[in-house]
């Protein structure tokens, strides 16, 4: 299909040493319109790398059921879970509510931080602490300020009953900005035990490349919200010391429990050119440099899909599906040769991706569930390996993925 690319091969002829000066002369454009999660049709690419296959599966190829477990979530951006089973979920306006025994329990857990919601912007992500047994901390991050001058925080809070105490802001990013729209937000643990956020570009591109700002970067904290010592720019005047990696667009995924020791990322690109990214220390991924989209009125951001200093993606959307959520299979449920893949929750595309890795690289993508449920805004895998599918609307649900079959369902009984 001639919808998605693999990056892998990418063309080397479009590299160029006039990188640096194209984004000086960029800097002086106008900025692009208030779109974002949204597909495309078009591309200005002409030629593209080398593909994968992909297929949209059928229903008769996924012997799996959807079983709804909540509905008319307001706006909900993300799912965890508890080592009881108790699922926490986002809603942007500012509530943490509960899923109990697939029940989402009326009250919402009181002591959430008040939030600056508004398009995109609100209650984000949570994150539950590896040790949550034994200190009940959780991880949040929301917008905060106004929508003239809005940042992005992380704040840990510990979860006592129903409500958050012991409320500290660990991060907040730097400068305050305009808007509300593509503001990353997503967390994760590396497997470094370090903790990482992603924060999009707010549709002010040359802050992707601008060292002393943290729009368009992913960055990294220790869970008191110090800088560790080993960040790749720490010691430097002329860059933040948070900041891990940049040239970023609108990360809307990270992972960093795939077991390789690898550190994951998502990204919407603009119109076109989506992109999953391994993500290492003090890279620059090349917004808005590089790119393999065209702005939403079709004209060109750059004729550059590659340079010299930049790191190339793993693997491009063109058109773009919107992925929204990242996460790596591990659990028992589905068959064995699910474990070790990418999943991928997507807006436009309103599908589930299966992305099948074989040492860091794609090598197929299957669609699942094509316009089945709509816009599907975060995936995540419980514990007990089943994958749970969040849509993305004012009125959105929550589905599991149940097998149909006892010759699929793998679901191990031992300890």
Same mark, same amino acid.
């Given at each position: ?156 809070? @510990? ?6 105490? &012991?409320?500290? !802001? +660990?991060? *907040?990013?730097?400068? /305050?900005?305009?808007?509300? =729209? ?106 808005? @440099? ?6 939403? &009125?079709?004209? !060109? +951001?750059? *004729?550059?899909?590659? /340079?010299?200093?930049?790191? =190339? ?103």
């Amino acid at each position: 299909m001639d919808s998605v690319t693999s990056a892998s091969g990418r063309q080397l002829g479009l590299r160029s040493g006039f990188a640096s000066a194209f984004f000086a002369a960029f800097m002086l454009g106008a900025p692009e319109p208030a779109r974002a999660e949204i597909g495309s049709e078009e591309t200005h690419i002409d030629s593209l790398p080398p593909q994968v296959e992909v297929r949209e599966m059928e229903d008769g190829e996924f012997p799996f059921e959807l079983r709804k477990v909540a509905d008319k979530l307001e706006s909900p951006w993300a799912m965890a879970f508890l080592p009881d089973g108790r699922i926490l979920v986002t809603e942007r306006p500012g509530r943490l509510r509960v899923i109990e025994g697939d029940e989402l329990l009326p009250l919402a857990i009181t002591g959430v931080p008040t939030v600056l919601s508004g398009s995109h912007s609100g209650l984000l992500d949570v994150l539950v602490d590896p040790d949550f047994s034994k200190n009940r901390r959780l991880f949040l991050s929301y917008m905060h300020g106004t929508p003239e001058a809005g940042t992005i925080r992380i704040s840990s809070a @510990v979860l006592d009953g129903m409500n958050l105490v &012991d409320k500290q !802001v +660990i991060f *907040e990013s730097r400068p /305050a900005a305009n808007g509300l =729209d593509q503001i990353g937000g997503r967390l994760a643990f590396g497997p470094d035990k370090a903790l990482y956020l992603t924060i999009g570009d707010r549709f002010q591109k040359e802050r992707a490349q601008n060292l002393l700002d943290d729009g368009g970067k992913i960055i990294r904290i220790n869970v008191d919200g110090s800088i560790p010592e080993d960040n790749p720019f720490v010691g430097r005047s002329d860059v933040l010391p948070e900041i891990y990696s940049y040239g970023h667009r609108n990360p809307q995924g990270l992972i960093g429990n795939v077991g390789d020791g690898q550190l994951w990322s998502i990204e919407q690109g603009p119109k076109g050119g989506d992109e999953l990214n391994l993500i290492t220390g003090g890279s620059n991924y090349g917004w808005p @440099v590089v790119t393999y989209g065209v702005n939403y &009125d079709g004209s !060109v +951001i750059s *004729e550059l899909t590659s /340079a010299p200093g930049m790191v =190339d993606p793993i693997y491009v959307w063109v058109p773009s599906v919107a992925p929204a959520s990242l996460v790596s299979y591990y659990g028992n449920v589905m068959p064995d040769d699910w474990r070790g893949d990418f999943l991928v929750g997507t807006l436009a595309g309103e599908c589930l991706i299966r992305l099948r890795m074989d040492s860091g690289k794609v090598v197929k993508e299957e669609r699942y569930l094509h316009h089945k449920i709509g816009r599907i805004r975060d995936v995540a895998v419980a514990p007990d390996g089943y994958i749970y599918l969040m849509t993305d609307s004012s009125e959105a649900s929550i589905y599991r993925i149940e097998p149909l079959t006892d010759q699929v369902a793998k679901v191990k009984t031992e300890p």
